[in-house]
């Protein structure tokens, strides 16, 4: 079967690209043999975000308005969350991180074919246990656990190697016109936004093997 690239636009500490993972992955275990070759990609939900990153609660106060206005934006997301089997431990998340490190060992487990192991890592870490993915510590973990090297992760994430090609490419996907993740594109054409149903993506991949299917049929003739 010939393959099509899948990019992902996401950051680990986004409720939706938790969920929109899940869906995808859903479909992808339903469907068996997709043709997908799936690479994650650097978005900052909070760019500006203090390196050290932040009490929650001040954060979501200061970005929805208060308290109200945080647990009104977060509504959906819980019952979202619930529908796709998933229990986010919003009351045990004590801080918001700043997610270039994480997003620096994504880009490192990719080149070690580690990437999928990874990011599922990151969202169990801050979604299911509540941990700073900001914390070298918790990341260095995150990677031994996925067979990555501990003690060279740790030195890494020690300086600011990658950190400015992250940026870079958070950049150049916000001046193609992303502004919100998950964000997938499928075989470097089609953007489809937001956490989308298994059912969609199971009839994206059924088009994609039939037009698959058709141009090696063109082909044989």
């Not at 986004?14 to 997709?34: F, N, Q, R, S």
């Not at 109200?68 to 619930?82: I, M, Q, T």
């Not at 299911?128 to 995150?142: F, M, P, S, W, Y």
């Amino acid at each position: 079967m010939s393959l099509v690239k899948l990019d992902i636009l996401s950051d680990p500490i986004c409720p939706w690209c938790y969920i929109g993972k899940t869906h995808l992955d859903k479909a992808l275990a339903e469907v068996g043999d997709h043709p997908f070759v799936i690479e994650w990609h650097p978005f900052q939900l909070n760019p500006d975000m203090p390196r050290e990153g932040m009490d929650r609660r001040s954060y979501l106060e200061a970005k929805f308005g208060g308290k109200d206005g945080a647990v009104k934006a977060y509504a959906p997301v819980v019952e979202h969350a619930s529908a796709a089997g998933l229990q986010i431990n919003f009351e045990a998340m004590e801080r918001t991180p700043n997610t270039l490190d994480a997003h620096r060992l994504i880009h490192w487990a990719g080149i070690e074919g580690k990437q999928s192991a990874v990011v599922d890592a990151l969202f169990d870490a801050y979604f299911v246990q509540a941990k700073d993915i900001g914390d070298a510590e918790i990341l260095a973990d995150i990677a031994e656990a996925a067979g990555m090297d501990r003690a060279v992760t740790l030195r890494l994430l020690s300086g600011d190697t990658d950190a400015e090609e992250i940026r870079n490419r958070d950049a150049h996907s916000r001046k193609m016109g992303v502004t919100s993740v998950p964000t997938f594109v499928v075989a470097n054409q089609h953007a489809v936004p937001g956490a989308q149903q298994p059912e969609l993506w199971k009839q994206v991949i059924a088009d994609i093997q039939r037009q698959l299917q058709e141009g090696d049929a063109a082909e044989a003739d």
